[in-house]
């Protein structure tokens, strides 16, 4: 088979690294890629225009595409690769819309009977102060902005000033519907399945570092490091979070909004049991290139039969530290210093890297991850700090408590 994945990270890098395993794989093309991973030796190509990677995959006989991330999700390509026969494994965008309506993936939690947060519907600045007003802050208030804002469109506030400090930034940048939440309290993971109407393939489950240190209210990232499996969940956790996408896909096929795709449940363990957060229409990233060096599944054979088959995993766990740019998450960033890599690690993924006159440099917030698997965590961490420490360029940055 021949594949294509869109993107350019490194959740798309360790998505053509599991393709490439299959041996049913003869092709696996990254679409634009970056030269991180041609290095690795991986197929890049440089197109960027939706027509363009179409006529590509035509002229080329790609019998599978598979976008990486929501913005390739939500254009047109599905359509336009079906009228050549070319499948996408991808949501359509109309219920592609869970990841890209806050509001609309709420109504549906809700009909499916899946417990999440309580919210309250916010459509103009007077509801917006009068909820404000209420709330006694005995516990803090979630401000969320309805549509896609790459993680910059949630605020917790733990008081009166800054929810209206932060209702005021929210109406500003994103404007109307706005949600405001109850605040969930517990430990967040995340968990993944690849599916097809109602039927799934549970793909196992990641815990992300979202924030830039370890002080819980510092800024929040794409995701600065993940290990997998969550060891915080118990065989009754692992039911409810299967029942969820039971539950959601259930839902999903009876309205004929028929769901093919991965599917990402951000979840949080509370005290009355599995919440639903959001729900991502792709994989995670970093989540990914923890998650996916570990499955020992044909991951074709997944994606082609959805649901049919169980994902086998390594039951080793894996720790995956991202290093980036002095400066993210602001716009303010260090970029483009030199990359030296004095030992190659075991497993490197590429995210912002351009090739610049001496080889690779820095040329985005999150620059690269490095992936360890081992026995238990302990060990996992360990090997994966040990080589990142081989990894450097000025002002290069990575938490040092992924997986403590
Ligand atoms: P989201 O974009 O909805 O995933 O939210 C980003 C982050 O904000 C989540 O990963 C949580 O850490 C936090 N968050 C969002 N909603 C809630 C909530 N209702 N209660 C507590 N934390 C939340
Ligand atoms: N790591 C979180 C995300 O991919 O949205």
Redesign the pocket.
């Known amino acids: 088979m021949k594949v294509v994945v869109l993107g350019q990270g490194g959740r798309e890098q360790a998505l053509a690294q599991a393709i490439l395993r299959s041996p049913k794989a003869s092709r696996v093309v990254v679409i634009p890629g970056n030269p991180g991973m041609k290095l690795l030796g991986i197929e890049c190509i440089e197109v960027n225009a939706v027509d363009d990677i179409v006529n590509f995959c035509r002229t080329e006989n790609i019998d599978l595409v598979i976008p990486g991330n929501e913005t390739v999700i939500l254009s047109p390509i599905k359509e336009k690769l079906k009228v050549y026969g070319i499948k996408c494994f991808s949501p359509d965008p109309q219920i592609a819309r869970l990841e890209s309506s806050?509001v609309f993936c709420k109504q549906i939690l809700q009909e499916a009977g899946i417990l999440t947060?309580d919210y309250q519907l916010i459509l103009n600045q007077e509801e917006g102060l009068q909820a404000i007003e209420k709330h006694n802050f005995s516990s803090p208030l979630?401000l969320?902005a309805d549509g896609l804002a790459q993680?910059k469109?949630?605020w917790?506030c733990k008081d009166l000033a800054s929810a209206l400090k932060s209702f005021e930034h929210l109406i500003k940048s994103f404007g109307f519907p706005v949600l405001f939440?109850?605040?969930?309290v517990g430990r967040?993971l995340s968990a993944f399945a690849i599916c097809q109407n109602e039927s799934y393939s549970f793909l196992g489950t990641a815990v992300d570092y979202?924030r830039i240190d370890e002080n819980p209210f510092s800024a929040?990232t794409g995701g600065m490091g993940a290990y997998s499996p969550c060891h915080f969940i118990e065989e009754k956790d692992q039911k409810e979070i299967e029942n969820i996408f039971s539950k959601i896909l259930k839902l999903t096929a009876q309205k004929n909004l028929n769901y093919q795709g991965f599917l990402f449940a951000?979840l949080?363990k509370t005290e009355k049991g599995i919440a639903v957060?959001?729900f991502n229409v792709r994989m995670g990233d970093p989540e990914t290139q923890a998650l996916l060096p570990r499955l020992k599944s044909d991951i074709l054979e997944l994606l082609m039969n959805p649901g049919q088959n169980r994902c086998d995993l390594s039951v080793e766990t894996s720790v995956h530290v991202v290093m980036t740019s002095q400066g993210y998450p602001t716009a303010d960033m260090n970029l483009n210093h030199k990359i030296s890599i004095n030992n190659q690690p075991d497993m490197i993924f590429f995210s912002g890297v351009k090739l610049g006159s001496e080889g690779l440099i820095n040329s985005g917030g999150r620059v690269l991850g490095i992936t360890a698997l081992a026995k238990d965590i302990e060990r996992a961490r360990e090997k994966a700090y040990s080589e990142i420490k081989n990894i450097h360029f000025a002002g290069s940055y990575f938490r040092k408590d992924i997986g403590l």
């Open positions: 806050k947060a979630v969320k993680g469109g949630v917790v939440e109850h605040c969930l967040e979202k929040n951000g949080m957060i959001e």
